[in-house]
T-cell receptor
Framework: AQTVTQSQPEMSVQEAETVTLSCTYDTSESNYYLFWYKQPPSRQMILVIR??????QNATENRFSVNFQKAAKSFSLKISDSQLGDTAMYFC?????????????FGTGTRLKVLA | GEEVAQTPKHLVRGEGQKAKLYCAPIKGHSYVFWYQQVLKNEFKFLIS????????ETGMPKERFSAKCLPNSPCSLEIQATKLEDSAVYFCASSGSLGNIQYFGAGTRLSVL
């Protein structure tokens, strides 16, 4: 069975600084997808970034980028130029890509606080 | 619609009462997923649908939980005889195709007293 681990329950960063959130996963699959979702206090789940396992290039979305290390089964999220609005829970999620049920398997989240 | 709509936002039930939650997926999306987020932030997959057909129900506590997606109606998740441990936020997500991004609704917070 697949598992997702986020080892940092809480983190803080100064505004305008860079922070990296870690995520590791365990799977025997070769075809899968990885995601980072942001959950602010409003509890809405907002997609931050998506990575296909078959792509070697790391995904980037504006200030958000990932470091995808397939062999190490690591998928960290880097937030550059942190803003107060980035304060939220961040969840890493795994989805099996072939003949699976396509459900998300989530980590337990990292609470990020951006300090003014 | 352009977003996943979940109703109600908050539902309070006494232990043993029935709870029914609704989800309207994004128009054109064929796949609907239900997740339960408990107070420790852990997400648990419950059930998924492809149109009105159950796709995967491996996460459903079958004794008291049931779900439906009927044509031209919002999907629903029903809990018979709620227990304190059912208190959680229930999220619905929809997707246009398998393997694609799931878009989440704002969730329904169920409080069982």
């Amino acid at each position: 069975a697949q598992t997702v681990t986020q080892s940092q329950p809480e983190m803080s960063v100064q505004e305008a600084e860079t922070v990296t959130l870690s995520c590791t996963y365990d799977t025997s699959e070769s075809n899968y997808y990885l995601f980072w979702y942001k959950q602010p206090p409003s509890r809405q789940m907002i997609l931050v970034i998506r990575q296909e396992a078959y792509k070697q290039q790391n995904a980037t979305e504006n200030r958000f980028s990932v470091n995808f290390q397939k062999a190490a089964k690591s998928f960290s999220l880097k937030i550059s130029d942190s803003q107060l609005g980035d304060t939220a829970m961040y969840f890493c999620a795994f989805m099996k890509g072939t003949s699976g049920t396509y459900k998300y398997i989530f980590g337990t989240g990292t609470r990020l606080k951006v300090l003014a | 619609g352009e977003e996943v709509a979940q109703t109600p936002k908050h539902l309070v039930r006494g232990e043993g009462q029935k709870a029914k939650l609704y989800c309207a997926p994004i128009k054109g999306h064929s796949y609907v997923f239900w997740y339960q987020q408990v107070l420790k932030n852990e997400f648990k997959f419950l059930i998924s649908f492809q149109n009105e057909n159950v796709f995967d129900e491996t996460g459903m506590p079958k004794e008291r939980f049931s779900a439906k997606c009927l044509p031209n109606s919002p999907c629903s998740l029903e809990i018979q005889a709620t227990k304190l441990e059912d208190s959680a936020v229930y999220f619905c997500a929809s997707s246009g195709s398998l393997g694609n991004i799931q878009y989440f609704g704002a969730g329904t917070r169920l409080s069982v007293l």
